[in-house]
């Protein structure tokens, strides 16, 4: 089974439904298989209380919360923090905090699949997490821009 953990670029476009292509990839998906970083989770919230909670978008984003899997940062996910860090500063990468925290969360959340024989796939329209695929392996899909194979 494959993993998809949407950054919370995507999970924006899913609740705004601005991009129907977007939306068309994730209703194709069982909602078990869909899941958000706890820390997407923080970002999306933080966007609500920064408009004053306007209730509909309160609704919306709790409604997009409740509907996926929202993945806790582990232990797991803060070794895997550490050494993609030290990877991608050494190979002269830099992504914001929170962005790097949901990187390593999909990182450990890969090599969790990995060992089950599945596999796990960053969602992001980010192009700062597409220069993570070579040095730390991760797989990163764009929904606004690509085709489903």
């Not at 999970?11 to 970083?37: T, W």
Request: hydrophobic share 50%; net charge neutral; glycine share 6%.
């Amino acid at each position: 089974m494959t993993t998809y953990l949407l950054d919370t670029n995507i999970a924006s476009h899913v609740i705004k439904g601005d991009i129907p292509r977007v939306r068309d990839r994730l209703v194709a998906l069982p909602m078990h298989c869909v899941a958000v970083s706890v820390v997407t989770q923080a970002e999306l919230l933080y966007g609500v209380a920064k408009r004053g909670h306007p209730p509909g978008l309160t609704a919306k984003v709790r409604e997009f919360l409740a509907r996926v899997n929202v993945l806790p940062w582990t232990t797991e996910a803060a070794e895997a923090y550490g050494d993609l860090r030290a990877a991608s500063e050494a190979g002269g990468v830099t992504l914001a905090p929170m962005d790097m925290m949901i990187a390593a969360q999909a990182k450990a959340l890969a090599l969790a699949a990995a060992r089950a024989q599945d596999q796990a796939i960053l969602v992001t329209r980010d192009g700062a997490f597409s220069r993570m695929r070579g040095p730390t392996g991760l797989l990163i899909e764009d929904w606004t821009q690509d085709v489903p194979a």
